[in-house]
């Protein structure tokens, strides 16, 4: 069955870098839309970024410039790479796959359904 596994996530200072990997089994990795999303306490869960099959990346405004999302096919593992972190960074951060039969819809990947989730990985920036 499909499996995500996040890890990298951790506790940084304003202004630092990590990088998350999800490690993807299960399925073609390369076949689908993939993507990071976040939650904070209190909020709902938003996309972060996504890669497509066909490479094509997509961001949320308030990540531009600052995330790189990445994949090496090879290995079946999809990265974000964060850099200038913000408090406001601070969440669970969880990778997750496209799926047609779900009913959860964002826009990235010009607009998918995702449906396979990691069980997250928790990242916080302090000030």
């Known amino acids: 069955q499909v499996r995500l596994v996040e890890s990298g996530g951790g506790s940084v200072q304003a202004g630092g870098s990590l990088r998350l990997s999800c490690a993807a089994s299960?399925?073609?990795?390369?076949?689908?839309?993939v993507g990071w999303f976040r939650q904070a306490p209190g909020k709902e869960r938003e996309g972060v970024a996504a890669?497509?099959?066909?490479?094509?990346?997509s961001y949320t405004d308030s990540v531009k410039g600052r995330f790189t999302i990445s994949q090496d096919n090879a290995k079946n593992t999809l990265y974000l790479q964060m850099n200038n972190l913000k408090p406001e960074d601070t969440a669970m951060y969880y990778c997750?796959?496209?799926?047609?039969?779900?009913?959860?819809?964002?826009?990235?990947?010009?607009?998918?359904?995702?449906?396979?989730w990691g069980q997250g990985t928790q990242v916080t920036v302090s000030t």
């Open positions: 997750a796959r496209e799926s047609v039969t779900s009913r959860t819809w964002y826009p990235l990947c010009r607009g998918r359904r995702f449906g396979y």
């Open positions: 299960g399925y073609t990795y390369s076949s689908y839309c």
């Open positions: 890669i497509d099959s066909d490479g094509s990346t």
